[in-house]
């Protein structure tokens, strides 16, 4: 509504005859007129699509990962999904306009936060698995009373 007084506050300062003037008061007017409220209703929608599109770009960016098993990419769409559904829930019981567009960034905050690693996270996730793997088998050898010196190494 600003934006539409001072744009016809413009015209009506460059109008160079009283007919001009009139003519831009009236499509002023207008102009603030068409300007809409949006409902609760309206922002809730709103806010649950800019949540599924936040989804739907974190979808493509998991099953783009090459690096990732079918499993791990489950795991992280799942993550994710449950993300967005925790939001639309807070969209839903959200009571204002104001109060719809802090669930949305929280929402969608939520949703960017699912991290799809790289091949060297996975990488250095595996070779940690493995040297805990590693680890946890050495300390039963180790422990072991049935074993010679010579068998535990």
Do not use: C, F, H
Not at 65 to 93: G, R, S, V
Request: overall charge neutral; proline content about 2%.
């Amino acid at each position: 509504a600003t934006d539409a007084a001072t744009k016809a506050k413009d015209a009506i300062d460059k109008a160079t005859t009283n007919n001009d003037v009139a003519t831009e008061q009236t499509k002023g007017t207008k102009a603030i007129d068409a300007v809409k409220v949006p409902s609760l209703t309206d922002s809730q929608s709103a806010a649950k699509k800019a949540i599924d599109d936040a989804l739907n770009t974190k979808k493509s960016e998991i099953n783009g990962a090459t690096n990732l098993d079918q499993p791990t990419k489950d795991k992280l769409i799942q993550d994710a999904t449950d993300a967005a559904t925790k939001a639309k829930d807070a969209i839903d019981k959200a009571t204002t306009n104001n109060d719809v567009a802090t669930e949305q960034k929280q929402g969608i905050k939520a949703i960017d936060a699912v991290k799809v690693p790289s091949l060297t996270d996975s990488q250095k996730a595996a070779k940690a698995a493995v040297d805990k793997d590693a680890a946890k088998q050495k300390e039963l050898i180790n422990n072991s009373n049935n074993l010679s010196a010579s068998e535990k190494q």
